[in-house]
């Protein structure tokens, strides 16, 4: 199902499973999601290990500051992972 918005699909993308974080670079909350290219392993494979390219920031956000969350979302998803293996 694609949610559109006055007829259209905003921005000309279909809207999939899009997350938000709260974080300190920046004053509001960042929208993110995965790469279209690997959203079927994201959701589907339980072995799958994202890389950083993987994850896409759709927040409009300086250059520096947008890498900086990405790679602040991709420690986070590593962290969480590391943690569910030791229950």
Same mark, same amino acid.
């Given at each position: 199902?694609?949610?559109?918005?006055?007829?259209?699909?905003?921005?000309?993308?279909?809207?999939?499973?899009?997350?938000?974080?709260?974080?300190?670079? *920046?004053?509001?909350?960042?929208?993110?999601?995965?790469? $279209? #290219? @690997? /959203? *079927?392993?994201?959701?589907?494979?339980?072995?799958?290990? $994202? #890389? @950083? /390219?993987?994850?896409?920031?759709?927040?409009?956000?300086?250059?520096?500051?947008?890498?900086?969350?990405?790679?602040?979302?991709?420690?986070?998803?590593?962290?969480?992972?590391?943690?569910?293996?030791?229950?």
């Amino acid at each position: 199902m694609t949610l559109k918005v006055g007829g259209k699909e905003p921005f000309g993308i279909k809207i999939m499973n899009n997350f938000y974080i709260k974080t300190d670079l *920046h004053a509001d909350m960042v929208e993110y999601r995965y790469n $279209p #290219k @690997v /959203t *079927h392993e994201a959701y589907n494979w339980k072995n799958w290990i $994202p #890389k @950083v /390219t993987d994850i896409q920031v759709v927040t409009d956000l300086p250059k520096e500051v947008k890498m900086a969350v990405r790679r602040e979302i991709y420690e986070d998803i590593l962290a969480s992972e590391q943690r569910g293996e030791t229950k």
